[in-house]
């Protein structure tokens, strides 16, 4: 079963411009979850979506959206770029379906994006 | 506001020792507990699982306890080797929608 792919794997922006990135789940999961990574703040959850509805949000300004696929499939868009947009973005997916949710979350590999 | 702390400091031990891994949390009870591996670079990686009501969960070398009173999850990584080098991250539920949030991880050293 291939795992979660996440494109691209490394992007250069400069500040100001907007950023889409990729997401597609392990075949079979409905949740696609985005988290961003930093040395200061760690992972931390940016939002969550199950069957094209976005379920949950985490503190990130309205600069940060996402949606989700009739496929699972989902994109994280980033707007006006700042400096500290500069981060691993890691999408996971899981199963999330009743009693099979064991809460597991499967990794891709993350984007690695640096704002210039 | 949820907050999740482990060592940030990190561990370094011998090979063939056991490691021993702390989080610890405040403000809230999670219904479960995870744990995940994370290599320079690369994504998390699920290790184990521990619900509110298990004490104890085991996985080969791995074992992980929960005790709710304390608020603190130990991670154990018995007859420890070099492979196991590598950030290990506790992330708690929160009830929502697999929302987690994640302690900053605690990197483990194993020397040969």
Redesign the interface.
Known sequence: KAG?TQTPRYLIKTRGQQVTLSCSPISGHR?V?W?QQTPGQ????LF?Y?SETQ??K?NFPGRFSGRQFSNSRSEMNVSTLELGDSALY?C?S?L?VGSQN?????????SRLTVL | SQKIEQNSEALNIQEGKTATLTCNYTNYSPAYLQWYRQDPGRGPVFLLLIRENEKEKRKERLKVTFDTTLKQSLFHITASQPADSATYLCALDMNNFNKFYFGSGTKLNVKP
């Open positions: 979660v949740s979850s988290y760690g992972l931390q959850f969550e199950f379920r949950n985490g890691l996971a899981s999330s064991t809460g597991e979350l499967f990794f891709g590999e993350g």
